[in-house]
């Protein structure tokens, strides 16, 4: 007589030797891309010379904005860098928002100086910057090319970036978000050789980032991880990461924007930057960052509080098939008690969204800002457009766009 678990061992033997591996159909595979390398904490850039003379780098092209140049942020490096005997160029012509002729002027450097690293200093737009730069340079192509589907160069020059803001976690994504040359359209390349090679993330560099930038560029993250943990291609490890960063966001972004030298919460915030990153890199985002690409661009609203004001009404609009994720969202936000159903949690989530941009003076609404009524359509064709839409966990159509900037364009303040 066979035992039932017997029946069981033998039907699944059975399975597993007449399907060979190649008949077999793959079903939820991720793939996980993420730097090389990475060094974190308060001091970790004094490391740089050594760690790049470890990679075999010869001459690194820094690049970074007048701002961070100015306020001496770079210093510890070159003299890491001159410690280890490793020649660099600096370029701290990076503009926020960097556009096409900058990162052309960069790349003309890249060959002047025979550079072998590209390294962007600073917030997202030096880092996106520097990974355009080394992959134009190493491929010989244009912007317009490495956004074409299917582009196919690839990148043999170095890449490392060195974030001074806890946000967009450009340092560990393998996209590019840079301007046309006419400022009113961005091209996003997400391409796997635009993933740095090193990471070096030091809470000590981003001590002095104005509360305004701060409170921006830490919602940045938070809607990157939300917008990760809920994405149409999010997977385990993905969720992981973006579920752990909502929760140190909200532990510590109240706290640097409030107390600007407090170098444990400014490392909180950095990993979670980091950690939020690595999920929306290799899962995807959503509505908030498709419809932020259009608006950022056209009213040169910064990025941050972009998404900031549009986060809680895409949430309110993706909540009817998002209401499980959203519930764990505000678990990990510390707005459930027991008793609260799914439902009451995910309001509860959105709800605290809200408080956080009120609580940090960020903006609630799109009523204070130049965004026409006119442009509305326009700005709806792109959203759909977009590279992030298709990974929104609700359908869109041209209608709910439309009818979500009219509701965070009303002119009450919803915080
Ligand atoms: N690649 C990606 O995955 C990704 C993701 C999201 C956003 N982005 C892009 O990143 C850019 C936004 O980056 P950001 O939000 O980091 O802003 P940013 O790089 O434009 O910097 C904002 C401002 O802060 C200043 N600054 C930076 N660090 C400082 C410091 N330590 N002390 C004082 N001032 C400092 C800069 O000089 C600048 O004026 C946008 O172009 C956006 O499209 C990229
Ligand atoms: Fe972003």
Known sequence: MKTIEQSLDNALIENVVTHTVDELTPRGLFNFNAPRQTLMGEGAILRIGEMLRHLGVSHVLVVADRVVHEKGLMRSMER???????????????TREPDET?????????????????????GGSAIDAAKAIALAGSCKSSLQEMAEPGFSGR????????????????????ISVIMCADRQHKFVIKEVDLMPDLAIVDPALMLNLPPLVTAATGIDALTHAIEAYAARSSHPLAKALAICAVQ???????????NSGDMAARLTMATAAYKAGLAFSNSGLGLVHAISHQIGARYQLAHGIANGILLPYVMKFNALVCQRQYAAIAHMLGVTHSGMTEREQCMASIAAVRQLLCDIGLPGS???????????????????ADVCIRDNPRDVTQT????????????????
């Open 80 to 94: 890491s860098l001159e410690r280890a005997g490793i020649e660099f160029t600096l370029y701290p012509g990076i």
């Open 102 to 122: 900058v990162v052309a002027t960069a790349t003309e450097l890249v060959a002047r100086n025979r550079a072998d690293f590209v390294l962007g200093f600073g």
């Open 155 to 174: 990148r043999t020059i170095g890449l490392g970036a060195v974030p001074t803001t806890a946000g967009t976690g450009s340092e560990v994504t393998d």
């Open 248 to 258: 140190s966001i909200a532990e510590a972004l109240p706290v640097v924007v409030g």
């Open 366 to 384: 799109l009523a204070g800002t130049s965004i026409h009524r006119d442009d509305f359509a326009d700005i709806a064709t792109g959203a759909l």
């Open 400 to 415: 709910d766009i439309v009818q979500l900037l009219e509701e965070a364009c009303s002119t009450k303040e919803k915080n």
